[in-house]
Every structure is written in structure tokens, then in C-alpha cells.
């Protein structure tokens, strides 16, 4: 599946890194079938250590080579790019999401979510919380959230105070013991930043200015990680895992120059392929990048996303026919991922199956709303068959989970007018057409 820019109000979640993104627009989400796996493995023991449902809880690329991760909801922790691309291990990586892990278990986001829902001092914040809960078809929801925003009010939602920051790493290193991992990792992922805390704030990565560090901080850690111990013995799967999650982001996000040249870095046969062909992809060397996923592809042939990938690199280079072909193993094989659905949805519109594109494309909405390029391609398929309310209302939700409030208001109107009075879409496009409205007059 190809890496997603979800720009702005993806999600709730992925809204509020919009509303503290700085530029916006460079802000947005990495979405990728494979990448989201590999993370999902890495966290699976560390989440149920905490107590957390790993089939729940997301871990998802925010697109910045910053060096920073953090939680902003319940149900999903986000890690820059930047910082990934310097981890050397997967204790550290998996270090970093215990402790985001902790900051969830331990309630301080809903604490200061519900510290900041009685405060009512974020106006902008609650508008476009209240497109995202419409988008996502809670309309009762967003009629009751009304909350504005400044940025010294953003800067108390996201900072931790030192105490929220002590009880994290220490319960995140018992949920790494838990999980028989090496807490080391904890120490040497706050190694990165020693030095930083005595730099003026806007040369700090923004790691520091949401998790504050001090001397004691780091003698804390030490501490911890001396008390427990390290009783994990090395585990091979979470070491394959986070070398292919490193191997196929630094592909995509340094240049393929800097890729080609250190294939050889990569322990795993099947990654250096995988790596190979996303580096000749980008480069427009279809024909050495087919060879080098196909060589992947017969390393690890029931491997989903590996065929995911093949499908990619051929609907990139308009093979429709093959990447569908591709995009449908990768299907059978993974018949439940959201982003997997996605790319054969939209292989099959490229081919003219708008019958069965559109039902592919749905079941992924029904997995994963947050996806803009699925719905992108389910208002064209909803379009091509004459379905045009649908059309309108896929639309409507794109442009709502895109910030882009009036143009939503436009087209649920007409999807209102188009879809049977009652019927679930039709309750879809109202909620977004009501929030949209809400959204103007407080413009006014």
C-alpha cells in the first residue's frame, strides 16, 4: 500500500497533532498496510503488560523527521519518523511506546482531557473535534462539544509535568520486564537527548517540549533500570520487526542513493529486498524493482505485504491489471487489513470493476475511516455507477477529515437532498452537514 498523507483531521487523534503542528502542512500521518504491522508486533506485549488492548490501541508514523512521540488519545500512540529512524534497537523502539503506553494506563490523557473540557478555553479545538466526531458518525457527540483554543492552552494540553513523566518511565519500564525486554533501552533512548535540556526551546527537538527532562530524570531511570534488572532474553521476531519497520520507513523518507548504499547494513535477505525495490521504485526503475520484490516475495511467498508492496510499484506505474492481480493475493492473505482493502480498491477502479471496487472499498471504510486516499477512491467508484448522493457523502466525509469545513458543508447539503430521509447515509451526511454549520458561525 502506498505511504498515506493524511493531512490535518485524519482523526481525532491525528486533528490534534494539526491543531500543534507547526508548519501544518507538513504535518500528517505515514499509513502504510506493512509499516503498521511491524509496530503493531513490537507493541502487542508491551500494551498487554499495561494492561491495554493491543488490537485497540495503534501505533501511528507521524510524517516529521523530528525526533518525538506521543499520545493525545486513548486508542493510539504516535511516533515521529525522525525519532524511529534513530533508534539502533528494538528495545529502544519498544522502550519509547512503554512509555506512551504508561502516559494511556495511567490516565493522564483522559485527565487532562477532562481538565481541559472544563476549563472551555479551546474554541477551535472543540469546532473541529466536533467534524471529527460528525465525520466519524457520532452527531451526538459532536453537538456537545464546544470547546475553544489558544496556544498557551495547546501547550498545557500536550506538555507532561514531571510528575506524569516519572510515573511513565517507571511503569514503563515494569511493563518492558513484563514483557521479558531489556529496560535498557529506556536509558539509552534518553541518552539521545542528554545535553538537549540546556538548549534554548526552539532548538530542542520536540521531544523535550511535551516531555520535560532533567538531571534527576535520567538518575531515575538508571535507578530503575539497575532495580530491575535485564531478565529479557533477545527476542528474534521483535528484532526482524523493527528492522524491517527502520528498513522500509528510511526507504521511503532518505533519499534511494542513501538506501542503495547500505542495503548491505540490513540483516535480513527478504528487508534488503524489500528496501532494494522501494529504492528503485522511487527512481522510476520498474524493471529492477519488480526483479528485486519478486526476489523478496519468494523469501516469504504468504507474506501479505509483501504482494501489498508489488501491487503498489505496479499500480504506480499504471500495470493495472497486474497490480490488481498483486493487490488481490495480498488480499487473500490479509483479507481484514483496512489499508491492504484500500490499494485492491483501488486497482480494481482502475481497471473498470467499479462493481466490485466499490464493495472493497466500503468494507475498508467500515475497518478504517481515516484513510482520505480510500475515500477518494469510493466517491469516484460511487460516482461511476451513478450512485451521486453516495458520491456526495463520501465526498463531504473526505473533505470534513481534510479541515476543509465548507467544502464538506457543500457536499453533504446535496448528499442530504440525493440519500433516502432516514436511512444511516443519509444520518451520516446531516452529521456533517450540522458540523460544518456549527463551524461557520463560530467563524462569524
Known amino acids: 500500500m502506498v505511504f498515506h498523507l493524511v493531512f ?58 523530528s525526533l518525538n512521540a506521543f499520545v493525545v488519545s486513548n486508542d493510539a500512540i504516535f511516533v515521529h519518523y525522525g525519532l524511529i529512524n534513530q533508534m539502533t534497537s528494538a528495545p529502544m523502539l519498544q522502550a519509547v511506546l512503554a512509555h506512551e503506553a504508561a502516559h494511556i494506563a495511567n490516565g493522564h490523557i483522559t485527565r487532562r482531557m477532562t481538565n481541559l473540557a472544563s476549563a472551555r478555553t479551546a474554541s477551535g479545538l472543540g469546532a473541529a473535534l466536533a467534524v471529527a466526531a460528525a465525520a466519524a458518525g457520532a452527531g451526538s457527540a459532536a453537538g ?42 529506556m536509558a539509552d533512548v534518553l541518552n539521545i537527548f542528554r545535553g538537549q535540556e540546556v538548549l534554548s526551546e526552539s532548538r530542542q527537538d520536540p521531544y523535550l517540549r511535551s516531555h520535560p527532562l532533567s538531571r534527576d530524570r535520567f538518575r531515575a531511570v538508571e535507578g530503575f533500570v539497575a532495580a530491575y534488572g535485564n531478565t529479557g532474553l533477545p527476542d528474534a521476531d521483535a528484532a526482524y520487526w523493527f528492522e524491517r519497520v527502520k528498513g522500509k520507513l528510511s526507504a521511503y523518507t532518505r533519499s534511494p542513493k542513501w538506501t542503495l548504499r547500505r542495503l548491505k547494513e540490513t540483516p535480513y535477505a527478504d528487508v534488503r529486498l524489500l528496501r532494494e525495490a522501494i529504492a528503485e521504485h522511487r527512481q522510476s526503475r520498474t524493471t529492477q524493482a519488480l526483479r528485486a520484490i519478486d526476489a523478496a516475495i519468494a523469501q516469504r511467498p504468504t507474506d501479505p505485504f509483501l504482494h501489498d508492496q508489488r501491487g503498489q510499484i ?96 457543500i457536499h453533504a447539503k446535496r448528499a442530504v437532498g440525493l440519500l433516502p430521509e432516514g436511512s444511516g447515509s443519509w444520518q451520516r451526511a446531516q452529521d456533517v452537514l450540522i458540523a460544518s454549520e456549527r463551524a461557520e458561525k463560530k467563524r462569524r
Open 314 to 409: 505496479l499500480l504506480e506505474t499504471r500495470n493495472f491489471q497486474a497490480a490488481a492481480a498483486a493487490y488481490g493475493r495480498a488480499v487473500q492473505l490479509a483479507p481484514n487489513d483496512a489499508l491492504v482493502l484500500s490499494g485492491y480498491g483501488g486497482a480494481l477502479l482502475a481497471t473498470g470493476e467499479i462493481g466490485r471496487a466499490t464493495e472493497v472499498l466500503e468494507k475498508a471504510r467500515t475497518i478504517d475511516f481515516r484513510d482520505g486516499s480510500m475515500l477518494r477512491d469510493l466517491s469516484v467508484a460511487y460516482a461511476k455507477s451513478g450512485q451521486t448522493g453516495m458520491a456526495a457523502l463520501v465526498t463531504a466525509e473526505r473533505y470534513a477529515l481534510t479541515g476543509r469545513l465548507e467544502d464538506a458543508g
Open 144 to 185: 456537545g462539544i464546544a470547546l475553544g483554543t489558544q496556544s498557551s492552552a495547546q501547550a498545557r494540553f500536550f506538555k507532561h509535568t514531571r510528575a506524569e513523566e516519572a510515573a511513565a518511565d517507571q511503569s514503563g519500564i515494569r511493563y518492558l520486564k513484563a514483557a521479558g525486554i531489556d529496560p535498557q533501552g
Open 8 to 65: 490535518r483531521l485524519a482523526s481525532i487523534p491525528a486533528l490534534l497533532i494539526w491543531l500543534m503542528a507547526a508548519p501544518l502542512q507538513a504535518q500528517g500521518l505515514l499509513r502504510d498496510a506493512d509499516l503498521e504491522y511491524g509496530l503493531k508486533q513490537l507493541a502487542a506485549p508491551i500494551l498487554s503488560a499495561a494492561g491495554l488492548n493491543p488490537h485497540r490501541v495503534k501505533v501511528l508514523v507521524v510524517n516529521e523527521s
